[in-house]
């Protein structure tokens, strides 16, 4: 028996294990770094850019490569070129085949592959800022859905509070009504209000649902039951210069990488210097000869039509447009900041006038009460009062999510490396 008790007390875990899970917000956070869609992709992005610099350090050291041919002539050839002293004796074929090693390097293009690796490099830093922020972007998301679900959860403390406070009042009011006490109409308007009330706890149960869903899937995983209460408050620091965020830093990479595309482009105006070498067999009527050669080739522009120019007024313009971004991106990060602080002592001031609210409307609540019980006011002044607190007391909630949410974006916008 104690066997069969185990056993389904482990069965039992195992299936609320699987079909829900209650987190906190250092799991979810850990659990979206690690299977979010959008972090593995901009992981894998950094990686990429890695190996794009690598492919253009590659190229300064040019390339090896086996080449082989196999030829039928017309006419008999020669197994190799003719030089002096002619002699009667060489070898003649229709079929002649080669194989051999080749090697080719750039030696000289103006620069242009040593800016290749630098703009590769600034390139894959910019992937790496990138992936910083798609992070700080997540965390961030989290935490909106992660604190919202906790604000609706005290939400539903205080509906579910008001919902039990106009039951209380429901029932006092009904067996006032059954001896004569209080009018029906007393009890209609007890009895609407706590419809409504039922109402408004539902859907907020039902936001829940909602919420819980999304951060499931942001997260990555099936279902989570519930999420853990936080007592610790998002802390923000207010004195980092908005040139040290991730997102200045961005627009700062992409504007040293138009500059270094300017670079590259005027090295289409230098000559360009190669060097290539052979060496390998022909093969004709069973003969074989042996083959090496090398050699420097010079190339120097002289007209294109304007192509070079075309594409260096590009580069150009491309690095003007990086230089407004950033400004724009300065400026934009600047107002965004000082509008984050805005709201965050906006929220601060209406917790404290919220929270005096709160106490003055509790016995502006209580007054009302005692006087519904003696006669000499109406319910609907009752009533009233009991909404009015509830309103506060909703409106303290979302002040204090409120509060929260913008020092979390402050420290968005502030995220720095």
Not at 40 to 66: P, T, Y
Not at 109 to 119: A, C, K, P, Q, T
Not at 209 to 224: P, T, Y
Not at 263 to 268: D, E, F, I, N, T
Request: charged share 30%.
């Amino acid at each position: 028996m104690d066997r069969c008790n185990k056993l389904f007390t482990t069965a039992l875990l195992f299936s609320l294990f699987q079909s829900g899970w209650a987190i906190t917000l250092d799991e979810a956070i850990d659990t979206a770094l690690r299977k979010s869609p959008s972090i593995l992709a901009e992981h894998e992005k950094v990686k990429q850019a890695a190996e794009e610099k690598r492919i253009n350090r590659a190229k300064n050291f040019g390339s090896i490569d086996v080449v082989g041919s196999y030829t039928r002539y017309n006419i008999p050839r020669t197994l190799t070129p003719i030089v002096p002293p002619i002699t009667p004796d060489l070898v003649t074929s229709r079929n002649i085949g080669s194989l051999g090693v080749k090697y080719d390097v750039m030696l000289f293009n103006g620069f242009s592959d040593i800016r290749s690796i630098e703009i590769a490099e600034l390139s894959r830093k910019i992937s790496k800022t990138e992936f910083a922020l798609t992070r700080e972007q997540l965390v961030y998301n989290v935490k909106s859905i992660y604190f919202k679900i906790l604000t609706l959860k005290k939400e539903r403390e205080s509906s579910l509070s008001y919902v039990e406070a106009l039951e209380t009042l429901q029932s006092r009011v009904e067996k006032e009504y059954r001896l004569g006490k209080k009018a029906k109409l007393d009890l209609l308007k007890v009895s609407s209000e706590l419809e409504a009330a039922k109402y408004n706890s539902s859907n907020i149960e039902n936001s829940i649902r909602i919420l819980k869903a999304k951060l499931a899937s942001l997260i990555g995983v099936e279902k989570i039951e519930s999420v853990e209460a936080l007592y610790d408050e998002e802390s923000v620091t207010r004195d980092i210069d908005p040139k040290r965020s991730l997102i200045y830093k961005k627009a700062l990479l992409d504007t040293q990488k138009s500059r270094k595309g300017i670079s590259k482009a005027k090295a289409l105006y230098y000559p360009k210097v190669a060097f290539n070498a052979y060496y390998g067999d022909n093969f004709a009527s069973g003969e074989r000869e042996e083959l090496w050669q090398a050699g420097v080739t010079l190339n120097i522009p002289l007209f294109d039509f304007g192509n070079r120019d075309a594409r260096f007024q590009k580069a150009k313009i491309a690095y003007k447009i990086s230089e407004q971004r950033l400004r724009s991106s300065y400026l934009n990060l600047e107002s965004d900041i000082v509008d984050a602080k805005e709201r965050i002592d906006s929220a601060s001031a209406k917790i404290e006038a919220l929270k005096k609210q709160l106490e003055f409307l509790k016995k502006i609540e209580e007054s009302e009460r005692i006087k519904y019980r003696n006669g000499a006011s109406d319910i609907y002044d009752l009533l009233l009062a009991i909404s009015k607190r509830r309103e506060a007391d909703s409106d303290l909630i979302g002040a204090v999510y409120e509060l929260t949410m913008q020092k979390a974006y402050l420290n968005l916008l502030l995220a720095g490396e």
